[in-house]
């Protein structure tokens, strides 16, 4: 059974900076890329950042290239999504997602398991 659990959320201001964790059992870690997704009150869920199995490739959105890095330890089957310079627009309950091979991707149909999301508000 595929498990994952995210944490790291919070309230923060703009220019702020906040690190998400996500843990990952069930799956062998290292051959399956991982996303962050993002999804605001009354819009649909977005993609944020993916990273490859081996860690060796990643992709970014627009919205968050250069504020945004994922990273992961395969050794603690952990990613990461550490934020930078955090904006009002970034407030969106995040989740992890793990991909259906080993190459990092930015749609949703990549990623067959989800966790249940962790909250992040960023204020002016």
């Known amino acids: 059974q595929v498990q994952l659990g995210e944490s790291g959320g919070g309230s923060v201001q703009a220019g702020d900076s906040l690190t998400l964790s996500c843990v990952v059992a069930?799956?062998?870690?290292?051959?399956?890329?991982m996303g962050w997704f993002r999804q605001a009150p009354g819009k649909e869920r977005k993609f944020v950042a993916a990273?490859?199995?081996?860690?060796?490739?990643?992709n970014y959105a627009d919205s968050v290239n250069g504020r945004f890095t994922i990273s992961r330890e395969n050794a603690k089957n952990m990613v990461y999504l550490h934020m930078n310079n955090l904006k009002t627009e970034d407030t969106a309950v995040y989740y992890c997602?793990?991909?259906?091979?080993?190459?990092?991707?930015?749609?949703?149909?990549?990623?067959?398991?989800w966790g249940q999301g962790t909250q992040v508000t960023v204020s002016p």
């Open positions: 997602a793990t991909g259906r091979g080993p190459f990092s991707a930015t749609g949703w149909y990549d990623y067959d398991h």
């Open positions: 069930g799956i062998t870690f290292s051959s399956t890329a």
């Open positions: 990273i490859s199995g081996k860690g060796f490739s990643t």
